[in-house]
Every structure is written in C-alpha cells, then in structure tokens.
C-alpha cells in the first residue's frame, strides 16, 4: 500500500481545482468527456506515468469490489434500493461528477450513461448499481448505518484500507491527467 507523505497529502488536497464544467448538466460534461477521449485517450494513455496509474487504479478497483461482494455491502444497497426504497444515489449527485472523473472512467474501458436511467436518482445509477468504475470520493467513502452494524470492527479497517488506496490512486490519476491536459 502506497502512503502519501503529509507535504503530498496537503497539496492533494488543497489543490487549485479547474471546474470547466461548473454549472454544466451531465449530458453535456459527458459529451465533453467523450470528445477528451478521443482527442486524447491515446495520447494520455502513451503517458508511462499515466499508464502506471490506470493498471494501479484497475488493480485498485478490482480488490475494492471485491471486498465489498465479500463483506456483502453490494448485497445490502441492493436490499436497500430495490426494497426499502432507499438509495443513497440521490438524484443530483450527477452534479458533483466532473469531466475528469469521467474521462477517467473511459480510459479504464467503462462506458457513460447516455440517458437518465432511473428517474428520482443519480443519472449513472443503473440496474446494477453505480456504472462508473471510478466513483466520487463519497459514493467510495460513504457507509450507511445498516452497513457499519454488519461489518466486524476488522473487516471495517480493512475496506478502509482498501478504499483508500482506490481513493489515493484514483487522485493521482486525476492530477496527472490534468496536468497533462494542461500543458498540452
């Protein structure tokens, strides 16, 4: 597992944002993140840095999914949606999504929803769950109540742990692609 070193972390996360999208719906930050794509996606993708931190990040991914089936968290906000009629996919999270995060998303091979696909919650809220690879910090970060009473104090730790290099990498990736943009 990779640590940040307090100088690290503080730029992480006092970082100047460029917020291209402020105020734009998700129809058009997709579209915008699509046109990235192909006007990019290769040559960010030529970046070895860049590259290194999409195959940590899809390493990252796969061990957090993991982790959530075993500790049966996608079980229960599945339960939690389709018959409690809760959803912490909130309609209007869509709106904390920038195109970095989406283009993320399609260098790691995911698609992006063209359409709203479940009226009354986030637009990238499918049938199956989230159908972003690469989540908002929240949307990895957030445990319900119902799932903190389930998990043991140990399996806990550990999906933190888990999270937060997904987490850590996935800022990383974030930074490098627009710093690469930037300069491009």
Known sequence: ?????????????????????????????????????????????????????????????????????????????????????????????????????????LLLGGSLAEHHLRTGSCYLLGDSGCVLKVRLVLCVDFLCDKILTVLKAEELLSLQKISGEELVTGFRLYDAIKKFLRQA
């Open 1 to 105: 597992m990779h640590y940040l070193s307090e100088q690290d972390r503080q730029h992480l996360m006092m970082r100047p944002t460029e917020c291209l999208d402020q105020g734009s719906s998700i129809e058009d930050k997709i579209k915008l993140a699509q046109d990235l794509y192909t006007s990019w996606g290769d040559a960010l993708r030529k970046q070895s840095h860049i590259n290194k931190l999409l195959a940590d990040l899809e390493r990252c991914l796969r061990v957090s999914r993991q982790s959530m089936l075993e500790f049966k968290i996608i079980e229960i906000c599945k339960r939690c949606d389709e018959e409690e009629g809760g959803s912490c996919c909130g309609a209007g999270m869509e709106n904390k999504i920038d195109i970095f995060l989406l283009l993320m998303n």
